[in-house]
């Protein structure tokens, strides 16, 4: 069965300050990692995926199959960078059903 | 404009009755999914459609059905309302080849 656990409900880091959202996950073959974001009264939506070993926004995250996770970081946080994130795995292509966390919501202070 | 619309927007129920949601994709995108999120929880996947077929299914009981149409709009339909059912409905669509699914704002359902 698939599982994407995110340890943390809440994270709240000042602005400047690196931050590392927790992500790990349980699939016995190859996943596909996301992570997608939610800023307030917006919609759900993609900020990156594994297979892309792309920096958006200045976040990156790598997938680390020995520890089974897939932990989002950014170096130097941003008041802009607040809002809710999911991580989402799916089973293979994307053409797949996503299973995500529960969420953590990043507050970023002044 | 992402190119996913849902409507309602919001939308309240009694217990036992029946609803429809709708989501409309933009051209291209031949698959749909549909989500539900209840408070507090990430969204759950229920089922998806690609191409006018079901082609995958979540935990989710027979009283919840779909839809998909030619002109790439879809429907959710929940048959005998329950409390629990109150949630955020989600539809994502998803073209051939695209980096990853494009979400709708949501139904928000409310079963009193």
């Known amino acids: 069965a698939q599982r994407v656990t995110q340890p943390e409900k809440l994270l709240s880091v000042f602005k400047g300050a690196p931050v590392e959202l927790k992500c790990n996950y349980s699939?016995?073959?190859?996943?596909?990692l996301f992570w997608y974001v939610q800023y307030s009264r917006q919609r759900l939506q993609l900020l990156l995926r594994?297979?892309s070993r792309e920096s958006i926004k200045g976040f990156t995250a790598d997938l680390n199959k020995g520890e089974t996770s897939f932990h989002l970081k950014k170096p130097f946080a941003q008041e802009e960078d607040s809002a809710m994130y999911y991580c989402?795995?799916?089973?293979?292509?994307?053409?797949?059903?996503?299973?995500f966390g529960k969420g953590t919501l990043l507050t970023v202070n002044p | 404009e992402t190119g996913v619309t849902q409507s309602p927007t919001h939308l309240i129920k009694t217990r036992g009755q029946q609803v429809t949601l709708r989501c409309s994709s933009q051209?291209?995108?031949?698959?749909v999914s549909w989500y539900q999120q209840a408070l507090g929880q990430g969204p759950q996947f229920i089922f998806q459609?690609?191409?006018?077929?079901?082609?995958g299914r979540g935990n989710f009981p027979p009283r919840f059905s779909g839809l998909q149409f030619p002109n790439y709009s879809s429907e959710l339909n929940v048959n005998a309302l329950e409390l629990d059912d109150s949630a955020l409905y989600l539809c994502?669509?998803?073209?051939?080849?695209?980096?990853?699914?494009?979400f709708g704002s949501g139904t928000r359902l409310t079963v009193v």
């Open positions: 594994h297979i």
């Open positions: 699939y016995s073959g190859s996943p596909e």
């Open positions: 994502a669509s998803r073209e051939q080849g695209a980096r990853g699914y494009t």
């Open positions: 459609y690609y191409r006018e077929e079901e082609n």
């Open positions: 051209s291209g995108h031949n698959t």
């Open positions: 989402a795995l799916s089973r293979g292509g994307s053409n797949y059903k996503l299973t």
